[in-house]
Antibody
Framework: EVQLVESGGGVVQPGRSLRLSCTASGFTLGDYAVAWVRQAPGKGLEWVGFIRNKPYGETTEYAASVKGRFTISRDDSKNIAYLQMDSLETEDTAVYYC??????????WGQGTLVTVSS | QTVVTQEPSLTVSPGGTVTLTCASSTGAVTSGYYPNWFQQKPGQAPRTLIYSTSNKHSWTPARFSGSLLGGKAALTLSGAQPEDEAEYYCLLYYGGPQVFGGGTKLTVL
């Protein structure tokens, strides 16, 4: 069974950092790009960014709202992807989903992890 | 800033047909935007229904179909069921970044 499981969410103060993990099972994460998507409470989905897989140089793209503060990385030997979030702002409060993306399409979703930025 | 627009809300009768659309502020949506459609029920993660305009996953009910219609991406539900009541989001590709639509709340009533 294909599964993506996010972890690392929690409550953090503004200006601090947090790292989320996304662990894949049931498929080879290295065959997919990994995109992160977030959803603020009561709001819609927001594309955060993604990392291409090895054949495409593991390059990254980010939404303007997080560029320079968030970094996506991956370790395919462990079937894990990461979202490093620095200089967090209260507006970053959201459920963060990792997704498996292939050929420009999102196919698989994790269950999400909640990040609350509050003093 | 690129904006992707969906109908905020739609209502369909049980057994009826409804079409949700997804428009881009940059112009007509084509297959090169690789439209994706996702369904999200309250308290759940989204799931992918349609990818690359019209392709279905194994878990996508046959009553859902995707297409391009009048310069927009479209999701058509034929024979609506009570369990189809949900929020639906589209996603378009812009050569690097991707942008979600604001979502359509579909009521089956």
């Amino acid at each position: 069974e294909v599964q993506l499981v996010e972890s690392g969410g929690g409550v953090v103060q503004p200006g601090r950092s947090l790292r989320l993990s996304c662990t894949a099972s049931g498929f080879t994460l290295g065959d997919y790009a990994v995109a992160w998507v977030r959803q603020a409470p009561g709001k819609g989905l927001e594309w955060v960014g993604f990392i291409r897989n090895k054949p495409y140089g593991e390059t990254t793209e980010y939404a303007a709202s997080v560029k320079g503060r968030f970094t996506i990385s991956r370790d395919d030997s462990k079937n894990i992807a990461y979202l490093q979030m620095d200089s967090l702002e209260t507006e970053d409060t959201a459920v963060y989903y990792c997704t498996g993306r292939q050929n420009f399409n999102i196919h698989y979703w994790g269950q999400g992890t909640l990040v609350t930025v509050s003093s | 800033q690129t904006v992707v627009t969906q109908e905020p809300s739609l209502t369909v009768s049980p057994g009826g047909t409804v079409t949700l659309t997804c428009a881009s502020s940059t112009g007509a949506v084509t297959s090169g935007y690789y439209p994706n459609w996702f369904q999200q029920k309250p308290g759940q993660a989204p799931r992918t229904l349609i990818y690359s305009t019209s392709n279905k996953h194994s878990w996508t009910p046959a009553r859902f179909s995707g297409s391009l219609l009048g310069g927009k991406a479209a999701l058509t539900l034929s024979g609506a069921q009570p369990e189809d009541e949900a929020e639906y989001y589209c996603l378009l590709y812009y050569g690097g970044p991707q942008v979600f639509g604001g979502g359509t709340k579909l009521t089956v009533l």
